[in-house]
């Protein structure tokens, strides 16, 4: 764990991982700009931090789009915004609520 640069802290929290890449780890990805608000949610655009990749073939940027659809569901949707892909036919719509009403945090 610590030789590929994970941070590993044991937890009484359930579920919790014991083992995770710290915020200033050259993998995944960092938002560039600000998150912009949409009628449903929010959307940010996230790149890949550096060369580095754990699973090969990764995309950047990818956009990440946060829909709060009822008070008790979120929708999160990662995509690659310059190049179309296959995503599953479902629709699921929710009447919409705001931040506010949701029985959940979102950070």
């Known amino acids: 764990c610590e030789a590929r640069g994970c941070t590993w802290c044991s937890s009484d929290v359930p579920n919790a991982p014991w083992c995770f890449f710290p915020e200033n ?3 995944g990805y960092a938002r560039s700009g600000n998150a912009q608000q949409t009628g449903k949610g929010w959307r ?3 790149t890949k ?20 659809q009822t008070k008790d569901r979120l ?6 915004p310059n190049a179309q892909r296959f995503e599953v036919p479902l629709k699921i719509s929710g009447p919409g609520v705001t931040a ?5 945090e979102v950070e």
């Open 44 to 46: 940010v655009t996230l």
């Open 25 to 27: 780890s050259p993998y």
């Open 75 to 80: 929708r999160f949707r990662l995509y690659d």
């Open 49 to 68: 931090r550096q060369a580095l990749s754990l699973f090969g073939s990764d995309i950047s940027p990818i956009v990440l789009e946060v829909e709060f």
């Open 100 to 104: 506010e009403e949701a029985n959940y």
